[in-house]
């Protein structure tokens, strides 16, 4: 097991673009989340998945903002129409149960120019 | 709404000395905490943690420290190192019913040690 993955590392996209980030938690991990970071601040978060079911999504979600997790595994932040706002690292980070604290992937750089 | 406060952005100090990076929360239902490390390019590492029962943790060179009146904590690093050089966030966890976000960051210190 190498940890959480995220892919891509880095993203280029112009504005009104969608892109689509992935992210594999470690394997034993039922719960999974989103965060953004921007420059100055700490992760904010924004999605929360129980094995597939999404429990809690943060106002920071906008419309343009969906994720998924099918069958409970890897999982999928798209966004659509991207403003030069949404550029930002997102973060995924996965752990086994409440008690138990999260492991962070290394996080998708977006950049909308 | 800000519930963990990192109110010093940076702080430089000379290698072999103590660092001491400060945090503030305003949530009581705050039960545990939680310091993270990040590298430039790489996402949060889990440092160090302590529970609201206790007032210290020791893992080698870092110690946390919880005083939970004046809802504080601090984390020590010594002997401060070169490559303890990264931003370290806070984090303060809860068990809140209707909310499994429970996991909350502050803005983060950029701690530099200089040789």
């Known amino acids: 097991d190498t940890g959480v993955s995220q892919d891509p590392r880095h993203k280029i996209t112009k504005r009104g673009q969608n892109v689509t980030f992935r992210c594999d938690p470690i394997?034993?991990?039922?719960?999974l989340y989103w965060y953004r970071q921007t420059l100055g601040q700490g992760p904010e978060f924004l999605t929360y998945?129980?094995?597939?079911?999404?429990?809690?999504k943060s106002r920071l979600l906008s419309d343009r903002f969906s994720a998924e997790r099918p069958k409970g595994s890897f999982s999928t932040l798209e966004i659509q129409r991207t403003e030069q706002g949404d550029s930002a690292m997102y973060l995924c980070?996965?752990?086994?149960?409440?008690?138990?604290?999260?492991?962070f992937g290394s996080g998708t750089r977006l950049t909308v120019v | 709404d800000q519930q963990v406060k990192q109110n010093s952005p940076s702080l430089s100090v000379q290698e072999g000395r103590i660092s001491i990076l400060n945090c503030d929360y305003t949530?009581?239902?705050?039960?545990?905490f939680l310091w993270y490390k990040k590298y430039p390019a790489e996402g949060p590492t889990f440092l160090i943690s302590?529970?609201?029962?206790?007032d210290k943790n020791e893992d080698g060179r870092f110690t946390v420290f919880l005083n939970k009146s004046a809802k504080h904590l601090s984390l020590h690093i010594v002997p401060s190192q070169p490559g303890d050089s990264a931003v370290y966030f806070c984090?303060?966890?809860?068990?809140?019913?209707?909310?499994?976000?429970?996991?909350?960051f502050g803005a983060g210190t950029r701690l530099t040690v200089k040789p």
């Open positions: 980070a996965s752990r086994e149960g409440a008690l138990y604290g999260y492991t």
């Open positions: 998945f129980q094995n597939e079911a999404q429990l809690e």
């Open positions: 949530n009581s239902m705050f039960d545990y």
């Open positions: 302590i529970s609201s029962i206790k």
């Open positions: 984090a303060a966890r809860g068990i809140f019913r209707h909310n499994n976000n429970d996991m909350r």
């Open positions: 394997s034993e991990h039922n719960r």
